[in-house]
């Protein structure tokens, strides 16, 4: 593919400076370079790395790629990689929800397994177009060779780091076990970014799944969430430069030692944005069979790490074949049925501050010609509720990053046309253990229940008796401190719904509009009280606690939910 001359990055635009590590010094063993890139690895998880000899072997996989692309799509079609959770093959643009939201990528790439290229003739994992089995024997096998041998440099090096013994690292990337393992080549189209306006994402945030990252680029568009920052940073590509970053698989085995830092792709700025976007990253994956859990048995310095940690979750459960599947599966637009969806699709992303999450639900809000209801109602600073772990209600969006195992409640209200609408649900964050999954979801079984005890004509109580009848059997208790409430023109008003076991009068009538939004709590104890801030409400002993909410209104022949 001829290299076109590609404009400048910008010197205006702000860029997240990244340490430089050389590779012929790490393979060296060099004390100093491996010192650096220890640092690398567990500030940020993302460093430049030079003198890496791979520069001829990546031109000719960008050739390969433009061949590639440049077939017609009903011919890429045929080798598209499907919505069971399996990688390899092709990936139309559009395939791939960037967000909760559900709004689709718009890149397309083309991913080829290690198992494919090192197996070759012989088909190990799946069928490849014509352009890409031209160029496995003279092309995709030289890079992916390198690519390994510079990621098991690194996997030894932080091996020794780590105070693990000798090869354990390796032992979980054995090259003739089947994995994950990917060479992938991404192409996005030109976009116009307009003045002032923030970029259309073109990949979503994320961590990568696997275990190190080898990714060339020449055009900007490469972000970074840097930990306590609330807005995202360019990374500068360099020529002569790949960037590495740390995945998933290495964060869990180093009890988070180890950082896999979020990133996503938007369109180049200023003028690059006028070009096609290529980048080629090689992944390097655990063996299937590889339980992702902390190694805390093989290293004193991961048990620690470990124990200075409990509210984090390193034990997964989950192999490295059934988490990488998760992960690929549930971002696939075809399997979207809501957020929920987009939320299993996720692995260690931490990083992500309740601030950025209000920041992006405020702007969307904006954008759609409505108001956030709740920002300066009775002086609350924010646009959403966001409520984690033991919060029960009415948590203030802040600078805390999200963290693997946790639970949060995001509370939307907005103002449109003249009406408030009003919904919440709480997600799971990375991996959450039994008991806080087994909670959310009684949490929406109790929603569900009370919406079912609706109707014209029936008692409001019976909201409250469904629930308590769903509920009273089980290790989880439902708040009587917080209401649902009347809602429409005014954002709080009667009747007072309300979720626990009571004998208020009452009975349901068409045009009735109200929420519904139970809080069940772990343990027996539903008691809460309210953080100085006058809003933010915890349980009295920081057990979890989980909300659901719809807002809905009584018909003439039943009810019908609103959110």
């Known amino acids: ?112 397994a290690k198992d494919d290229a090192l197996s070759w003739p012989k088909q190990a994992r799946r069928a490849y177009p014509s352009t890409v089995n031209a160029r496995m024997e003279s092309t995709i096998r030289p890079f992916i060779h390198k690519s390994l041998d510079i990621n098991n440099t690194f996997l030894e090096v932080l091996n020794d780091r780590l105070g693990l013994p000798a090869g354990t690292l390796l032992a979980k990337h054995l090259v003739d076990e089947y994995s994950g393992s990917e060479a992938r080549l991404i192409k ?36 970074v969430l840097v930990p306590g920052a609330e807005t995202w940073q360019y990374v500068k590509p360099i020529p002569g430069h790949a960037i590495c970053n740390i995945g998933d698989a290495m964060s869990l085995f180093s009890g988070g030692i180890l950082r896999s830092n979020l990133h996503r792709v938007v369109p180049p700025p200023g003028n690059q944005s006028a070009f096609d976007r290529w980048s080629l990253v090689y992944f390097t994956r655990p063996g ?139 997600f799971l964050v990375g991996n959450v253990d039994e008991q806080g999954r087994e909670l959310v979801k009684m949490t929406n079984d109790a929603l569900q229940a009370g919406i079912q005890a609706c109707g014209p004509g029936r008692p409001f109580k019976g909201i409250g008796k469904a629930i308590y009848d769903l509920t009273r059997h089980t290790n989880f208790s439902v708040s009587s401190q917080f209401t649902g409430h009347g809602i429409g023109t005014v954002f709080h008003r009667p009747p007072w719904i309300l979720h626990h076991l009571n004998d208020e009068p009452g009975v349901m009538k068409p045009g009735d509009c109200f929420t519904i939004e139970p809080s069940l709590i772990q343990g027996s104890n539903p008691r809460g009280w309210i953080f100085p801030d006058g809003w933010t409400a915890s349980t009295e002993n920081c057990a979890r606690s989980a909300q659901a909410e719809h807002m809905i209104l009584i018909t003439e022949n039943g009810v019908e939910v609103l959110t």
């Open 288 to 426: 299937n069979s590889i339980i992702l859990r902390a190694l805390v048995e093989d290293s004193p310095m991961i048990a620690e790490a470990v124990a200075k940690t409990p509210e984090k979750n390193f034990e997964t459960g989950s192999t490295s074949a059934e988490w990488f599947s998760r992960r690929v599966k549930n971002q696939r637009i075809k399997n979207r049925k809501g957020p929920e969806t987009w939320m299993a699709s996720r692995g260690t992303e931490v990083g992500v501050t309740t601030n950025s999450i209000d920041a992006a639900v405020h702007d969307y809000i904006l954008a759609h010609n409505a108001y956030p209801s709740p920002l300066g109602y009775m002086d609350f600073p924010k646009s959403i509720c966001t409520s984690i772990n033991n919060i029960i209600v009415h948590g203030i969006p802040d600078d805390r990053p999200l963290e693997n195992g946790d639970i949060i409640n995001i509370d939307v209200t907005i103002f449109s046309n003249g009406y408030h609408g009003d919904t919440s649900q709480t």
């Open 1 to 112: 593919m001829p290299v076109p001359t590609l404009p400048a990055f910008p010197d205006n635009v702000p860029t997240h400076p990244l340490l430089v590590i050389d590779y012929e010094l790490v393979k060296a063993r060099n004390p100093s370079e491996i010192d650096r890139l220890w640092e690398a690895a567990t500030k940020l998880g993302f460093w430049y790395l030079k003198n890496h000899g791979v520069s001829e072997e990546v031109d000719r996989m960008f050739d390969m790629g433009a061949e590639t692309m440049s077939l017609p799509l009903e011919e890429k079609m045929k080798f598209e990689q499907g919505d069971d959770g399996m990688s390899f093959g092709y990936k139309a643009a559009g395939a791939n929800a960037v967000d909760a939201t559900g709004r689709l990528d718009s890149v397309e790439f083309l991913n080829v």
């Open 188 to 223: 996005k189209a030109p976009t116009q970014v307009e003045q002032g306006k923030p970029p259309n994402v073109a990949l979503g945030s994320h961590t990568d799944f696997g275990s190190l990252s080898f990714l060339h680029n020449r055009l900007g568009g490469l972000q």
